[in-house]
């Protein structure tokens, strides 16, 4: 019966991230029924924080890619960049002060 439910209420989940109360307030309510047991209970609800970690992960990750190539697209520098810039530059002012 587990599996029925489970399968059904993840492929509902799809990319919508639950908040852990309501989560939590839809295994209690299948409990209460009689759908799931208590065991049951506590390991769907350890399965779906771990799914809703990997899919804030792969968000995360995905995010960072797409502002990668826009940032590389867009020739847009990183602040460690620029600051690797500004210190060269000081560098070479300095190199020119010390010259004079």
């Known amino acids: ?3 029925i439910v489970k399968k059904a209420f993840l492929a ?5 991230s639950l908040t852990k109360e309501k989560t939590e307030s839809f295994i209690e ?21 771990e799914r809703g970690q990997e ?13 990668t190539k ?8 990183t602040r460690d960049e620029l600051q690797n810039l500004m210190d060269r530059l000081e560098g070479i002012e ?4 010390d010259r004079e």
């Open 94 to 97: 300095k190199a020119l002060r």
């Open 1 to 3: 019966m587990i599996s």
């Open 29 to 49: 309510e299948m409990t209460r029924k009689g759908e799931i047991s208590r065991e049951e209970a506590g390991s769907f609800l350890d399965e779906l924080v």
């Open 55 to 67: 899919g804030r992960e792969n968000i995360n990750k995905m995010i960072q890619s797409e502002l």
């Open 12 to 16: 509902g989940l799809g990319a919508v």
């Open 70 to 77: 826009f940032k590389k697209s867009h020739g847009i520098i």
